[in-house]
């Protein structure tokens, strides 16, 4: 359907002698090659050790940034192919849609919000271009780093938000990113998204939905019983949102009767039916989309030809299920507990880290990015960096490295791994 030509596939930096002949004898794609760049950075390694909506403490099996990046990649991928749309650019746009997420869960993300309001900002999504287009380092060019240097079609299929962050406007990308989204999009003031971005982002929201519920079931947060309780919750929610309330009712009565059947079954049917219950709505979920012509066109790239139109229904019976796990999963008394926690961690650690002598802390590569960034003097910064560390951390680093700078006891005192 999308032809991708070399204005899609230039890079921010034209790559070096060595890459160009390597690319000669390579049989990959452009795109191919930018998503195998994304799995073997580091900073996607470590969404294995970033929770999704579980803390620290729970049992392993449930999903993390990883686990979940890689859902929102297949189900993408359903979707591509579907519509005949090259299912490779939009499996490495999903893989990094999560790669900017801050350790510890929603709790480390709002922490970070918090902390930065006085000093740039902190977003997810604004994070993942500055991973990709600096922290990450593969490509450099007079001792500055063009990140993984990925092509054009895939930074822009990462960017949900168009512009940039304020106090006023919570999405977007940090100012100081102006140039990389002046390449990546000349027309970005328009706010417009390519397909891709689309696809990607009706496939996070079926990952979130259907999986949140899925985990909430296997801990036992959700079940039968308790929806009934919250039901009317649920159905102002959906009131607010604008969903038809006897779709919403019905979508209530079904679900029900579904965890019902999930619960007096034995240990084994429960699993299918659980599996079944996800896999479902899954592929219903795909096949409500369809693509349709937009009238926004660019210059230069067929990228933004197509819009992704989604069945009413199934857009409703998404925010549906993402109300029971908010509800019923992510406001939990016990995860709040865990939040207040987890959120102290940060502020205490970034209190640490964004001090004037903090530099004696940082591992090599950051204590080089202190200098060229002349943190001493640069309060901002000096925050920012203290802010990129924080984010890059796994769950299990971050508390680990709090023992180590904060705890008197021998627990972590001696740990320097």
Request: glycine share 4%; net charge neutral; with cysteine.
């Amino acid at each position: 359907m999308i032809s991708y030509n070399d204005f899609d596939k230039e890079r921010i930096l034209k790559e070096d002698e060595f890459v160009q002949k390597k690319k000669d004898t390579d049989v990959r794609s452009d795109f191919e090659r930018d998503r195998a760049r994304i799995i073997h950075s580091s900073a996607f390694r470590r969404l294995q050790g970033k929770t999704q909506i579980m803390s620290p403490g729970y049992l392993d099996f449930y999903r993390t940034r990883l686990t979940h990046s890689l859902e929102v990649a297949q189900i993408s991928k359903g979707i591509a192919i579907k519509h005949d749309i090259d299912s490779t650019i939009v499996e490495a746009i999903s893989l990094a849609h999560d790669i900017g997420h801050p350790p510890l869960g929603h709790s480390g993300e709002k922490t970070l919000r918090e902390l930065m309001k006085e000093h740039g900002l902190f977003e997810s999504n604004a994070q993942n271009i500055r991973i990709l287009t600096y922290l990450e380092i593969k490509t450099l060019k007079d001792d500055k780093s063009y990140g993984l240097n990925l092509t054009r079609a895939v930074l822009d299929g990462v960017i949900k938000y168009k512009g940039f962050l304020s106090k006023e406007n919570e999405k977007g990308l940090y100012k100081e990113n102006k140039a990389e989204l002046e390449f990546i999009d000349p027309y970005y003031q328009d706010a417009e998204v390519p397909i891709e971005t689309q696809i990607m982002d009706w496939a996070d929201d079926i990952a979130y939905s259907v999986h949140d519920i899925e985990d909430g079931v296997r801990l036992s947060l959700i079940n039968s019983i308790v929806i009934d309780k919250i039901g009317q919750k649920i159905l102002e929610d959906a009131k607010k949102s604008n969903i038809d309330r006897n779709f919403a009712e019905q979508s209530l009565k079904n679900f029900q009767e579904e965890l019902y059947k999930i619960q007096k079954a034995g240990a084994f049917e429960r699993k299918k039916l659980l599996k079944s219950f996800t896999s479902f709505r899954i592929h219903k979920f795909i096949n409500a989309t369809k693509i349709e012509q937009n009238d926004k066109r660019r210059p230069n790239t067929q990228r933004y030809d197509y819009k992704l139109k989604i069945d009413e229904e199934a857009k409703w019976e998404v925010v549906i299920l993402k109300n029971i796990s908010k509800e019923l999963f992510i406001n939990d008394y016990r995860l709040e507990q865990l939040k207040h926690k987890l959120s102290f961690v940060i502020k205490e650690l970034f209190g640490l880290l964004s001090q004037k002598d903090a530099k004696k802390y940082y591992p090599d590569d950051f204590k080089y990015m202190w200098d060229i960034n002349n943190c001493d003097h640069d309060e901002r910064m000096r925050f920012r960096l203290a802010c990129d560390y924080i984010a890059g951390m796994t769950d299990n680093f971050a508390l680990k490295l709090y023992r180590r700078l904060f705890s008197p006891t021998n627990d972590g005192l001696f740990d320097i791994a």
